[in-house]
């Protein structure tokens, strides 16, 4: 089982429509949570932590489930620029220090 | 500023080259990270530098070397390069190598490498 899971998509999009997905994680012991967006041929960047008790930024709302374990990303009202992948992040602690690991991505195609 | 800038943007090598990546961050991070991306893949962990000293290094070859000049530069020595190595390489940053939500990585635009 792959430390963490995602939905490859691509997951077409009116715009103007919400969107969700979700990650898995497989480790309890994961302690941070992250979403990044990549677009073709760019470097990934920061869309948003997730906090234990779920945050909102603008459009984009992000929830953490531990019981379950995955965390979930929403996107309202979405916009053609929306269009990315989108990578959930998970970091487990370890003595040396900071690792991510990234799930392999959703496709999100906005479409007009 | 979250801004991490990395040189060249290209770079086209042949298998008995040497040549280096180079990364730089003036956020006063701590903490700094080379990365390798294949196309439709995540970014895979190569090294992790905590205040200037290699923490973690996930089995890389040795023919990838990191040096960490000093708390703002992060350098990736290359030699005797394959084909298969050919990627984007993604350096990152973060206030420490701690694990809080609040300890983002930044990564830079990256370094698109083929090896011929």
């Known amino acids: 089982r792959k430390e963490v899971e995602q939905d490859p998509g691509p997951f077409n999009v009116p715009e103007g429509a919400t969107v969700a997905f979700n990650c898995t994680y497989s480790n309890s012991a994961s302690q941070s949570f992250f979403w990044y967006r990549q677009d073709c041929r760019k470097e990934p960047k920061l869309l948003m932590s997730v906090y234990s008790s779920g945050n909102e930024d603008g459009r984009f709302t992000a929830q953490l489930n531990r019981a379950s374990q995955y965390i979930s990303l929403l996107i309202r009202d979405s916009k053609l620029s929306d269009s990315a992948t989108y990578l959930c992040v998970v970091n487990l602690p370890q003595a040396a220090g900071n690792k991510l690991t990234f799930g392999g991505g959703t496709r999100v195609l906005v479409k007009p | 500023d979250t801004e991490v800038t990395q040189t060249p943007k290209h770079l086209v090598m042949g298998m008995t080259n040497k040549k280096s990546l180079k990364c730089e961050q003036h956020m006063g991070h701590r903490a700094m990270y080379w990365y390798k991306q294949k196309a439709k893949k995540p970014p895979e962990l190569m090294f992790v530098?905590?205040?200037?000293?290699?923490?973690i290094n996930e089995s890389v070859p040795s023919r990838f070397s990191p040096e960490c000049p000093n708390s703002s530069l992060l350098n990736l020595h290359l030699h005797a390069l394959q084909p298969e190595d050919s990627a984007l390489y993604l350096c990152?940053?973060?206030?420490?190598?701690?694990?809080?939500?609040?300890?983002?990585?930044?990564f830079g635009p990256g370094t698109r490498l083929t090896v011929l």
């Open positions: 990152a940053s973060s206030h420490d190598s701690g694990s809080s939500s609040y300890n983002e990585q930044f």
């Open positions: 530098y905590s205040y200037e000293k290699l923490s």
